[in-house]
């Protein structure tokens, strides 16, 4: 008898399926939703819904916004020539922030990753072979993670993209991060590092 | 322009609400819901609504549950002459898993921490006292966390029930874990190991 109640117990169930939540901060987040005020536990599910509701993939560059085409794909002032692949709708808007990029982008909805039962097909590829036809395309920067699945997906496009033969495609560089202490760094950055020095 | 749309914006600050959710990780939620689909959304909502529309704490003990009294208060094999004073029902709940505890719980709802603005009066004290004064309770167990709000909320309970006359009030034992090695223990954890040493 010493089992949760089934509410709650079904609540944890749901919390344990989003990403980085283990079964301890399911328990945690359940039971503050119960203490929470009905106000808040509602402002919670309005979130949700209007989130599921509202938004939407922008219909050329596959971002999470809500109108398509989003802000970046509708500024005709933006530079049409260039597009830059990235993993996730965030990794476009840290690229947004810095505020000097003035291309395109791709959002791919994730990287190759077999483990996770991810494969090619599960990434907005088709969406961007379709771009990449456009002879207006003159380079694509492949903006994946420095992981694993970020390096196997840059290399599948890359190699996809082999018979644009206009096209220029790039690999954002790899090295010591700004403001990092070249001791700190961990051997593969270093590796890089070295490996990609250029004159100065 | 390289803000979150509006939906997803609110989504993260009220994923960012609840507790152990940094920033970082309520993006990661909020974009996770957005990738999700509908259905999947649908349970997520519903076990939030039924957790907040069907428990409800016991009456006595004043735990999370499905049904006031608990299955605790209201079995008649317990022992009723103890009560166990936890801060959530977790603790509650991992006690009975031990299956060995046969008396009652009191669940204060938290700990005394004045940082984060939680006073006695926030606490179920009232209920306690209400509770302590029926002579049938002959001992209360003091079961608070190990940590600096815990022993607080302890003390000002003992002191508290120090007018019972026949009540005892204790605390549970603190020391090395069973299967812990005693070079990794804590200075503190060693320390009261040492202090509260008992014959063999």
Known sequence: MAEFPAPIAKLIEEFGRLPGIGPKSAQRLAFHVVSMSDDDVKKLIEALLHSKRDLVFCESCCCVTDHSPCFVCGDAERDHTMICVVQDTRDMLALERMKSYRGLYHVLGGAISPMDG???????????????????????????????????????????????????????????????????????????????????
């Open 118 to 200: 991810i494969g090619p097909d599960e990434l907005r590829l088709t969406e961007l072979l379709h771009r990449l036809a456009d002879d207006a395309i003159k380079e694509m920067i492949l903006a994946t993670n420095s992981t694993v699945e970020g390096e196997a997906t840059a290399s599948y496009i890359a190699r996809l993209a082999h018979h644009f033969e206009n096209l220029a495609v790039t690999r954002i560089a790899h090295g010591l991060p700004i403001g990092g202490d070249l001791e700190y760094a961990d051997e593969a950055t270093l590796a890089r590092a070295l490996e990609f020095r250029r004159p100065i």
